[in-house]
């Protein structure tokens, strides 16, 4: 009985805010001191799904796309690498892969920013799309790491002496089984570009935007209705990401449990 | 080994990202002598703010660990997950909607008789002690800590806990002496990656924080977008110094997590 009132405190806590602001995002007016919104309206979303908006929302989602592609694409080999081969230097190689990670973002947008002025360039989109890239790539490799630990190297090598060439190989019968992570990874990837704010601001220039950095003046300036539908934007994001994974993980249960 | 070329891109935008650490130190240095005077206190609010937030994540996340250990369904993961995803702005705007004087949970309080008006509440926003902060923090942490201890949880060995019932352990008992201590590597790496996340974390403080004091990464950003160039190299400078922290606490973290390895 205890339990049962205590898992629903753990649920409360956790969707209730979630609640609150679903209804801020479809309030017109709601006065204190009442619980419930005194009128309603699509007004907010509206101007969300419409305009400059709007325009900026595509951005966002053409750069977590590509960033995330870039990125993925880039790890694959190197979690290769880090799963298969033991050599000198790879706890060095594993620190250099987990140094995005573990230095604050503020101070990691910062050496980028150092780094693409002192070379001579401007921020730009393409800046902004290779930081991203960048901040994707260490949970891009971590996840695709353990998809390389799960595939038989036997496989492999069976595929190679019925004499496909590495290409082959790596198409075949690597990619299939790689997918569920390249999903997982995917998946994760792009909502770690939705949520960059720093990164975007510094590598941009103030030039870039990009959900984030329009929601951050917009929650700052107190426009509760406004901030709630664009903040809705990263809970669908994140429940979407959730389905994905429980698809995913299911389907790599399902496929040990027919291998054993 | 020619599967070694496909690596370079991601090993030169890595070293990259590297150098421009190794930038910003390097510019930084003429900055040692001009740190802001508000340094000390901005450093003692972050780790004091992401000390107390994670430690109370961790542990209220162990016990939400306990309270569902057996909950494996979708639902459960959905809950325990979103919080973990949600961005800190978010988050943020989250704990702003519930309380500021006109938030929710005034509102609630109001409702039930407990306060009279909207002036009876208690500024917890952009309060000098950073409650709202804390809660931000705790409300994105307490699930990552949940997951991670609840999945140590599942995978402990359940004879361990077994035989100290059958040894006249009472279940608390068990618990305190047996799965606790078992959760102590696992809670501590999680303790440890939740507060170096807290210390370097910029969107909840900006929005949530006092202007005084600010926060390590806030006083930087000050330093930064100041009109004055001449406190960039200072900011570049403390911007290393959190670099440096945050790279020694996941250097801890590693080392704690992999002694804690199950083994069994």
């Known amino acids: 009985m205890t339990n049962r009132l205590l898992r629903i405190l753990v649920v409360m806590v956790f969707l209730l805010p979630l609640a609150v602001l679903l209804a801020w995002s479809v309030a017109l007016r709601w006065p204190w001191p009442s619980l419930l919104p005194a009128a309603y309206t699509g007004r907010w979303w509206l101007e969300m799904s419409t305009g400059s908006t709007a325009a900026t929302l595509g951005a966002s989602m053409i750069l977590g796309i590509t960033a995330t592609l870039v990125a ?41 920013q150092e780094m693409l002025l002192r070379s001579g360039l401007s921020p730009s989109f393409n800046a902004v799309l290779a930081g991203h890239a960048l901040f994707i790539l260490p949970y891009a490799v971590i ?47 792009f909502i770690v570009s939705l949520s960059q704010y720093l990164p975007t601001l510094l590598l941009g ?55 054993s | 080994m020619r599967t070694l070329w496909w690596t370079l891109p991601a090993l030169f935008l890595l070293t990259l990202f590297v150098g421009g650490q190794g930038l910003v130190f390097v510019d930084g240095l003429s900055g040692w002598s001009n740190i802001d005077a508000g340094f000390w206190p901005a450093l003692w609010i972050t780790l004091r703010l992401a000390f107390v937030s994670s430690l109370l994540a961790v542990m209220l996340g162990v016990g939400t660990a306990f309270l569902l250990v057996k909950r494996r369904s979708a639902f459960w993961l959905t809950v325990q997950t979103c919080p973990v995803i949600i961005p800190h702005m978010v988050a943020a705007l989250l704990i702003i909607n519930l309380l500021t004087a006109s938030g929710l949970v005034p509102r609630l309080l109001y409702a039930c008789g407990l306060i009279g008006s909207m002036r009876d509440f208690p500024p917890l926003l952009n309060d000098a002690h950073g409650v709202g902060m804390m809660l931000a923090y705790v409300w994105k942490g307490l699930p ?48 440890l990656l939740l507060f170096t996340f807290a210390i370097g974390a910029f969107e909840i403080p900006f929005l949530l924080g006092p202007a005084e004091p600010r926060t390590l990464p806030v006083l930087i950003y000050d330093g930064l977008t100041n009109a004055d160039l001449g406190r960039r190299p200072a900011a570049l400078a403390l911007s290393s110094l959190l670099a440096l922290i945050c790279a020694a606490l996941c250097g801890v973290g590693q080392y704690v997590g992999m002694k804690g390895q199950p083994h069994d």
């Open chain 1, 72 to 112: 993925v694409t880039l790890a694959v080999p190197l979690a290769r690498l880090l799963a298969r081969q033991n050599f000198p230097g790879k706890r060095l190689m594993e620190m250099l892969v987990l140094a995005p990670l573990v230095v604050p973002p503020l101070s990691a947008a910062l050496g980028l």
């Open chain 1, 143 to 189: 996840i695709l790491r353990e998809g390389w630990r799960g595939i038989p190297q036997e496989l492999e090598q069976q595929a190679r002496l019925l004499g496909a060439d590495g290409g082959q190989v790596f198409r075949h019968v690597a990619l299939p089984l790689l997918t569920p992570s390249l999903t997982l990874a995917a998946g994760f990837g």
């Open chain 1, 205 to 259: 220039g103030g030039q870039v935007h990009t959900l984030t950095t329009l929601l951050l003046p917009v929650i700052r300036n107190g426009e509760r209705g406004p901030a709630a539908a664009l903040a809705t934007v990263f809970v669908l994001a994140a429940l979407g990401f959730c389905l994905l994974l429980n698809r995913v993980s299911r389907r790599v249960t399902s496929r040990k449990t027919v291998a």
């Open chain 2, 144 to 191: 990552f800590a949940a997951l991670v201890t609840g999945d140590a949880l599942r995978r402990m060995n359940p004879r361990l806990v077994d035989s100290a019932r059958l040894l006249g352990a009472g279940p608390w008992r068990a618990a305190w002496e047996v799965t606790l201590p078992l959760l102590r590597p696992v809670s501590l790496s999680a303790f």
